[in-house]
Every structure is written in C-alpha cells, then in structure tokens.
C-alpha cells in the first residue's frame, strides 16, 4: 500500500512563503491524482489544490495566484508552494492521493498532516 509523508510546514509571518512537500513510498504505484487539502480548527476540511498525473491543476479561489502544487514524477512527490500566506492560511495542511497499484486496483491515501501557521 501507498504511503504518504508530509514535509514542510512551520511558522511564518504574514506575506512570508513555505512549501509543503508530501512522498509516496510503497511498492509499484502509479499516482493519478493528488491534493492538498486543509482544516482550519472548528471548519470543515477543504480543498486546496489538486493536479492530476497529466499536469491539470484546479485551486480553491481563497490561494489561486498565491499558492502552486506541482509535481516531480520521478520522484513520487508532489509540492504545495504558498507565497503570500495571510493568517486565514492557518490550518493542518494534508495531502491525498488516489493511485493505481497491482493489476488495476485503485487506492486513496493520505499523509499524516503539517501545521502551518501564520502569524506575526
């Protein structure tokens, strides 16, 4: 099964960048699509970001222009860049990905989450 490990996050001041980078480890695996996905305390989680293994990407309106996913294939890793955080950025940033492994079977993991914190 796909494991998933989260890299990245921290605090930073308002305006201030970081980048989140989740790793996928775990035997023979094809990666199909991949997000970014958050949870503020007391709110629902939410979708950040998501690229799919040809390159399409869609954002949450509340990062589009601020924040970048991205994703090395050789690698098995995939990146969140946030750059302009602003304090509602604040939340448990988690990755997801739903994958292809074995003879066609489908499977979803995620990583074990990173705080980001912005605040001055």
């Known amino acids: 099964q796909v494991q998933l490990v989260e890299s990245g996050g921290g605090l930073v001041q308002p305006g201030g960048s970081l980048r989140l980078s989740c790793a996928a480890s775990g035997g023979i695996f094809r990666l199909n699509a991949m997000s970014w996905y958050r949870q503020a305390p007391g709110k629902q989680r939410e979708l950040v970001a998501a690229?799919?293994?040809?390159?399409?990407?869609n954002y949450a309106d509340s990062v589009k222009g601020r924040f970048t996913i991205s994703r090395d294939g050789t690698k098995n890793t995939f990146y969140l860049q946030m750059n302009s955080l602003k304090p509602e950025d604040t939340a448990v940033y988690h990755c997801n990905t739903r994958f292809t492994y074995g003879l066609g079977l489908l499977g979803d993991a995620w990583g074990q989450g990173a705080q980001v914190t912005v605040s001055s």
């Open positions: 690229i799919t293994s040809s390159g399409s990407t």
